[in-house]
C-alpha cells in the first residue's frame, strides 16, 4: 500500500517540477507515515486523559494549540468542507452518507468549523485564538507558496495548466474515500484504533500539509544549492515567450516546440531529489540555538512535528 504516485501529484502541486522522482515521493512519504504516526499517538494519549479511547477532533485540536497559524488553515479547511457539503446536500436534494455519519457523531447537526471553534473557545483563557476564528491572522508561508505558485503558472500553456490543477486536486483521500488512507496510517492496528469520519479528514489535511511543508523547505534547498538569490529567479527569465500568453516571459528550457509539448521536469526546473529532502529536514529538526552544545542530546523527531 502506497502513496506516491499521489505524492508526485502533491509535489507539482506545491511547487516541483512536471515529473517529481518516484524515489523522492517515496522518501516523503516515509516521513509523512513517521509523523503522523507520532502525532496520532500525541492525539491518543490526550484521549486517554479524557476517559475515552476514540480519538475526537478534539484531542487533534489540543496537539495543535501551540502553533495558531497551522490552527487557522485546519479551521478553515473545516469550513471549507461545511460549505462543500451543503451544497452537495442542497443540490442532490438529501444528505450524504459521510454528513449523516457526522451529524450521528455529534448528536445531532452539526457543523466542522463550529465544532473546532467551541472547542478552541472552551480552552482559550487569553484570547489568543479569537482571530482564527475569522482567518483574520496573516499566513506569511501561505503567501509566499501563493506567489510562487503564480510565478510557476504565468508561463504554461493550456494544457500545461490543466495537468498542474489536476495535480493541485491530489490528496492522501481522494473525495473523502478514508479506508486505504486508515489501513496506511494505522497499519496492523486498524482494528484497535477508532477513528471517526471527521478525525480521518483533519488528518488527512495534516498530511497534506505535510507534504507542502517538506516541499516548501526542499525548494529552499534547492536555492541554496544553485545560489539563486531568490526562490522565483528560474521562472521569470525573459528569453522566450509563450504563445498562449505573450505578454509573460519563460525561462527558454529548449526550443519553442519543446516548451510547447513540454518536457520530462517542466520549465526551466530539476525535480527535487532524495538529498534534499533529507537536507531539508535535518536542517528544520536541527537545533540552532547558541546553546546546543550543552543541551542533552534528545531525537529531534520527537521534539518538533511538522503538522504542530
Known amino acids: 500500500m502506497s502513496f506516491v504516485t499521489d505524492i508526485q501529484l502533491m509535489m507539482h502541486g506545491f511547487g516541483d517540477c512536471r515529473r517529481p522522482l518516484p524515489e523522492t515521493a517515496a522518501v516523503i512519504e516515509s516521513i509523512v507515515h513517521q509523523q503522523m504516526t507520532l502525532f496520532l499517538h500525541l492525539a491518543t494519549e490526550v484521549s486517554e486523559q479524557r476517559g475515552t ?79 482564527i476564528y475569522s482567518s483574520s491572522l496573516y499566513d506569511p508561508v501561505k503567501a509566499e507558496r501563493t506567489i510562487r505558485l503564480d510565478a510557476m503558472t504565468q508561463g504554461m500553456s493550456c494544457q500545461r495548466y490543466k495537468e498542474y490543477c489536476e495535480a493541485r486536486k491530489a490528496s492522501f483521500c481522494p473525495r473523502l474515500r478514508v479506508n486505504k488512507f486508515r489501513d496506511w496510517l494505522l497499519g496492523e492496528e486498524s482494528n484497535e484504533v477508532k477513528l471517526t469520519q471527521l478525525v480521518l479528514e ?81 536542517r528544520y529538526w536541527a537545533n540552532n540555538s547558541p546553546l546546543s552544545s550543552y543541551s542533552k542530546v534528545r531525537s529531534s523527531i520527537y521534539s518538533t512535528l511538522l503538522a504542530a
Not at 485546519?74 to 444528505?95: A, W
Not at 525548494?219 to 522565483?232: E, P
Not at 526546473?269 to 531539508?280: G, K, L, Q, S, Y
Open 53 to 131: 479511547r476514540i480519538v475526537g477532533p478534539e484531542d487533534i485540536l489540543f496537539v495543535m494549540r501551540r502553533d495558531p497559524l497551522k490552527l487557522q488553515r485546519l479551521v478553515h479547511y473545516m469550513g471549507v468542507r461545511d460549505l462543500y457539503q451543503r451544497t452537495r446536500t442542497s443540490t442532490s436534494g438529501s444528505s450524504s452518507s459521510d454528513l449523516q455519519d457526522l451529524n450521528a457523531e455529534a448528536g445531532g447537526e452539526v457543523s466542522r468549523k463550529k465544532l473546532c471553534i467551541n472547542f478552541l473557545q472552551t480552552i482559550d483563557q487569553t484570547g489568543q485564538y479569537e482571530p
Open 202 to 282: 483533519m488528518l488527512n489535511r495534516l498530511a497534506y500539509e505535510t507534504v507542502a511543508q517538506i516541499v516548501d523547505l526542499a525548494l529552499l534547498v534547492k536555492r541554496d544549492g544553485t545560489s539563486h538569490t531568490s526562490d522565483l529567479t528560474r521562472f521569470r527569465t525573459p528569453i522566450a515567450f509563450n504563445p498562449d500568453y505573450p505578454c509573460v516571459f519563460i525561462h527558454q528550457s529548449g526550443s519553442l516546440q519543446e516548451i510547447g509539448s513540454g518536457d520530462d521536469h517542466g520549465i526551466g526546473m530539476d525535480p527535487i531529489t532524495p538529498a534534499e529532502v533529507r537536507e531539508a529536514v535535518r
